[in-house]
């Protein structure tokens, strides 16, 4: 008898003491619509956007090439400088500097 008279079991006595915690533990682990589902959500919702501001960024960069490309000035300095293309009565010299030369390490 002397156990059902502890000081610390006392506040369990109150029935709608228990059904609080038990309504808060389901509803914090064990329902479908539980904290650590909503939880893994937002974490999901928060890596989705930050794929579509990057994708939106792309977009843009996107449009201003078709744009660049659309005018004949631009699709031959694309040729020009990407693909080293020429005119026929033309000749490229290609000037590579030391510092934009990647260096190979030297065995001893």
Do not use: C
């Not at 610390?8 to 904290?35: C, E, G, Q, R, T």
């Not at 010299?93 to 260096?103: C, G, L, M, P, V």
Request: hydrophobic share 35%; net charge negative; charged share 35%.
């Amino acid at each position: 008898m002397s156990f059902l008279n502890n000081k610390y079991l006392k506040p369990f006595k109150n029935i709608y003491l228990l059904i609080f915690i038990v309504f808060v533990i389901w509803m914090l682990f064990i329902d479908a619509h539980s904290w650590i589902f909503h939880h893994e959500l937002n974490k999901d919702i928060e890596d989705l956007e930050y794929q579509k501001q990057h994708y939106k960024n792309e977009i843009k960069k996107d449009k201003k090439a078709i744009k660049e490309l659309s005018t004949d000035e631009g699709v031959e300095r694309t040729a020009r400088e990407t693909y080293y293309m020429k005119k026929p009565d033309e000749d490229i010299f290609i000037i590579e500097y030391e510092d934009s030369i990647a260096k190979q390490p030297q065995d001893e």
